[in-house]
């Protein structure tokens, strides 16, 4: 019986990852999103790689409440649209987490069709840092995937930092 299970599990997995692409496929060629590539966004991981992983999991948990997925999807990949590290000196002072979302929208609309829902997840995606919640139900899933996966992308990076410190300071006492 498990491995019937395990066996269904396989496979409504797979056909989700399908849909999953068959929803951004037209995006992930783009040259624009293709760039976000070259920025890191929360430590040791790519701006790109965050917005897929929030897309993904925003996708799964739409379609599990019979929700839009498709917007879902295409706006998680698109809430990051912008080209500057917020890190660098330039943009201190500027309050990237009220300007970056009306960025990335501009963005989105110059490499594709938004319809309503993806611009207000868009452009709500930073709520509980802004005042202003999403307007849908589909936006409230891709802003808590949004810190959800922030938040897990920061734990991973300290990790990983703190093996590489470990490593290091073994080679140090070893020497």
Same mark, same amino acid.
């Given at each position: 019986?498990?491995?019937?299970?395990?066996?269904?599990?396989r496979?409504?997995?797979?056909?989700?990852?399908?849909?999953?692409?068959?929803?951004?496929?037209?995006?992930?060629?783009?040259?624009?999103?293709?760039?976000?590539?070259?920025?890191?966004?929360?430590?040791?991981f790519?701006?790109?790689?965050?917005?897929?992983?929030?897309?993904?999991?925003?996708?799964?948990i739409?379609?599990?409440?019979?929700?839009?997925?498709?917007?879902? &999807?295409?706006a998680? +990949? *698109?809430?990051? %649209?912008f080209?500057?590290d917020?890190?660098?000196?330039? @943009? #201190?002072?500027?309050n990237?987490?009220?300007?970056?979302?009306?960025i990335?929208l501009?963005?989105?609309?110059?490499?594709?069709?938004?319809?309503?829902v993806?611009e207000?997840?868009?452009?709500?995606?930073?709520?509980l840092?802004t005042?202003i919640?999403?307007?849908?139900?589909?936006g409230y899933i891709?802003?808590?995937v949004?810190?959800?996966? &922030?938040?897990?992308? +920061? *734990?991973?990076s %300290?990790?990983?930092?703190?093996?590489?410190?470990a490593? @290091? #300071?073994?080679?140090?006492?070893?020497?």
């Open positions: 019986m498990l491995f019937g299970l395990t066996e269904k599990w496979r409504y997995k797979s056909e989700i990852v399908d849909e999953f692409y068959m929803n951004i496929d037209d995006l992930l060629v783009n040259e624009k999103v293709i760039k976000l590539d070259d920025f890191t966004h929360h430590y040791c790519t701006r790109l790689k965050h917005s897929l992983d929030v897309a993904y999991y925003s996708f799964f739409a379609k599990l409440f019979n929700l839009d997925s498709r917007s879902v &999807a295409r998680g +990949l *698109l809430h990051d %649209l080209f500057y917020w890190r660098d000196e330039e @943009y #201190e002072g500027k990237h987490a009220f300007e970056h979302p009306r990335a501009e963005n989105a609309r110059e490499i594709c069709d938004i319809n309503k993806e207000n997840i868009i452009l709500r995606h930073m709520w840092v005042i919640p999403p307007k849908y139900k589909e891709v802003t808590f949004d810190k959800y996966c &922030a938040a897990r992308e +920061l *734990l991973m %300290l990790y990983s930092r703190s093996k590489l410190r490593v @290091y #300071e073994k080679a140090v006492i070893d020497v």
